[in-house]
């Protein structure tokens, strides 16, 4: 009976450290690397959420792996380097890689000094065209190629120089450029500032090239998408643009691979998108932290935890393993009535010998009371 009872006690410990393992392992925080460009406003957005999240003692954690370029950030989600990446939808989107949140959405903005005669796409043939570098570093040369097809302009036709926006100025003086393409978000300090310095080194209003089958692009290759520069994005006396024009956009996503949990990419979505009013004070450009859209049959597909968050669909805890309690308490039963029934079976035997015992001493004492002898 002592074995027994020994071995139910050692039996119920094993089983609550059992639970309280599980507990720990659900509840300890998950850790995920996440790769973004270095100096860009990315890691500076990421960096502060990282920060936010250790204060406050969520179950996500983020490490920041800091690489050189957009491209470099997709090939350390596709080379199993990172859990997460900030990519840009038009450079190299990584195979295994499933949207989580769109940290922004660019426009590519082709615009020109004002007394240039460019009036179109299709008048670049035969110009140079000022590509203005930014941070990140970003090769745009296939979004100009891409506009460019459109408009059946041979991209060889077109000159193209790498510029910083410190040279910009000196470049537009000195007529070294025809054009200039910025990509960035409308309204943007950096996007702005460039348009501001073309209009004072061309004295005046730039003239600015639409890009009008920009949803045409898009239908053919869902990297691009069709964005609309309303009239005076770029602020000034005199509105610039003076008027709405489409244009060719792309978006700046953070992805997951593919392979990672529901569960923690939609603590993450969460997380983020609660954090997103907190870190935007600090860092403006956060506000453009948006949801993706949630069809299901998305040509860039969306991480399906995210998709759980936003469509209020998550498992909580008992949700997921529910069947695994069940299951587990019903086994428990079954254990607990197995050994009942051999705790009672071993005490009816003990019962009945000390039965026996009991009415040969009643014998013995008859015996002794009516006995003639000593012996």
Same mark, same amino acid.
């Given at each position: ?25 659900? #509840? ?26 250790? #204060?406050?003692?969520?179950?996500? @954690? ?12 997709? @090939? ?48 670049? @043939? ?49 007529? #070294? ?137 998550? #498992? ?31 005490? @009816? ?27």
């Amino acid at each position: 009976m002592r074995r027994l009872i020994f071995a139910t006690i050692i039996g119920s410990m094993i089983a609550i450290a059992a639970v309280a393992a599980a507990i720990y392992y659900y #509840e300890r925080p998950s850790v995920l690397r996440i790769a973004v460009p270095r100096d860009s406003d990315d890691q500076a957005i990421m960096a502060a959420a990282a920060r936010d999240f250790a #204060e406050d003692r969520d179950g996500i @954690r983020l490490k920041l792996v800091a690489v050189e370029s957009l491209a470099e950030s997709s @090939r350390a989600l596709r080379e199993g380097h990172a859990d997460l990446a900030v990519v840009r939808s038009d450079l190299a989107m990584p195979p295994n890689g499933q949207t989580v949140l769109i940290m922004r959405r660019d426009a590519a903005v082709l615009f020109a000094p004002a007394e240039s005669s460019l009036r179109a796409i299709e008048d670049l @043939r035969g110009h140079k065209v000022g590509v203005l570098q930014a941070m990140p570093k970003v090769d745009n040369q296939f979004l100009l190629d891409t506009a460019l097809a459109q408009y059946d302009v041979p991209s060889v036709s077109v000159g193209r120089v790498s510029l910083t926006l410190a040279e910009l100025s000196r470049a537009v003086e000195d007529k #070294e450029i025809d054009a200039v393409l910025a990509v960035g978000v409308p309204g943007s300090d950096g996007l702005t500032e460039a348009v501001d310095t073309v209009a004072v080194a061309g004295h005046g209003q730039p003239v600015f090239l639409p890009i009008a089958e920009a949803k045409a692009i898009a239908q053919r290759s869902p990297a691009f998408e069709g964005v609309e520069v309303v009239r005076g994005a770029f602020g000034g006396a005199q509105p610039k643009p003076p008027v709405d024009f489409d244009t060719l956009g792309v978006s700046t996503r953070l992805v997951a691979r593919n392979s990672l949990g529901n569960e923690a990419v939609a603590a993450l979505t969460r997380l983020l998108l609660a954090a997103r009013p907190a870190i935007a004070a600090r860092i403006p450009i956060a506000n453009r932290i948006e949801a993706p859209a949630t069809d299901k049959g998305a040509a860039l597909p969306v991480h399906p935890g995210a998709l759980a968050f936003l469509d209020d669909e998550e #498992e909580s805890f008992f949700d997921k393993y529910s069947d695994g309690f069940y299951i587990g308490a019903m086994c428990l039963s079954v254990l607990g009535t197995g050994l009942a029934a051999a705790a009672t079976r071993l005490t @009816r035997h003990r019962i009945t010998d000390a039965d026996k015992i009991l009415r040969r001493l009643i014998e013995i004492t008859m015996a002794a009371r009516s006995a003639r002898h000593a012996d």
